[in-house]
């Protein structure tokens, strides 16, 4: 089974600047044949069911922010939140769909300073 | 647009069995890959079990493998999960999920891209 590991657990960020959660995989998550990376990042606030922001490591989904940024390849991703704003404070949580058993990290839950 | 409603959570006991159904609407259901995903009281997103769009393959987290089964019927646009011997460590919110990319344009795999709103389950004697 794939585990999927972020960091930090929390970070606490000042309105206007940027955040970055980190995830790692332990194998990796790209399709040789179309070298897609079977990552994504979900955004989940208390009473909501969680919105996909960004698949493929890097494909923002429609309608999300550009202050949202997916990066990274193979085991080592990145999700940058630029410009923060108060309504970014949620836990985020990266997943991975490379293997049928699919796996989330453990959230990284972002607040405000 | 794409609805997922979820129903059939409640209060169960230890031991006992459940069955959870999600309605759908707005897009075709037959040739999207489903999923339940779960969230336990203040711990993090899990998931739970998946179904491929014409229901030949299925697949489960260790932690429920055995004791629940998902399906599916394509003629209702309905995805279920049957839950069986359930224990307190099941108390959770059950998501339904849908696919972001259908079976005619997917290569290898899709994510995770819709979800219901949710139905709470609680294991509790």
């Known amino acids: 089974d794939i585990v999927m590991t972020q960091s930090p657990d929390s970070l606490a960020v000042s309105l206007g600047e940027t955040a970055t959660i980190n995830c790692k995989s332990s194998?990796?998550?790209?399709?040789?044949?179309?070298?897609?990376?079977?990552l994504a990042w979900y955004q989940h606030k208390p009473g909501q069911p969680p919105k996909l922001l960004i698949y493929w490591a890097s494909t923002r989904e429609s309608g999300v922010p550009d202050r949202f940024i997916g990066s990274g390849s193979g085991t080592d991703f990145t999700l940058t939140i630029s410009s923060l704003q108060a309504e970014d404070v949620a836990v985020y949580y990266c997943?991975?769909?490379?293997?049928?058993?699919?796996?989330f990290g453990q959230g990284t839950k972002l607040e405000i300073k | 647009q794409v609805q997922l409603v979820e129903s059939g959570g409640g209060v169960v006991q230890p031991g006992g069995s459940l069955r959870l159904s999600c309605s759908t609407s707005?897009?075709?259901?037959?040739?999207?890959?489903m999923h339940w995903v779960r969230q336990a009281p203040g711990k993090g997103l899990e998931w739970v079990a998946s179904i491929r769009y014409d229901g030949s393959n299925k697949y489960y987290a260790d932690s429920v493998k055995g004791r629940f089964t998902i399906s599916r019927d394509n003629s209702a646009n309905t995805l279920s999960l049957h839950m069986n011997s359930l224990r307190a460590e099941d108390t959770a919110v059950y998501y339904c999920a849908r696919d972001l990319e259908d079976i005619v344009v997917m290569v290898y795999a899709s994510t995770i891209a819709f979800w219901g709103q949710g139905t709470l389950v609680t294991v509790s004697s």
């Open positions: 997943h991975q769909s490379y293997s049928s058993l699919y796996s």
């Open positions: 194998q990796s998550v790209v399709y040789s044949s179309n070298n897609k990376n079977y």
């Open positions: 707005g897009f075709i259901f037959s040739i999207f890959g």
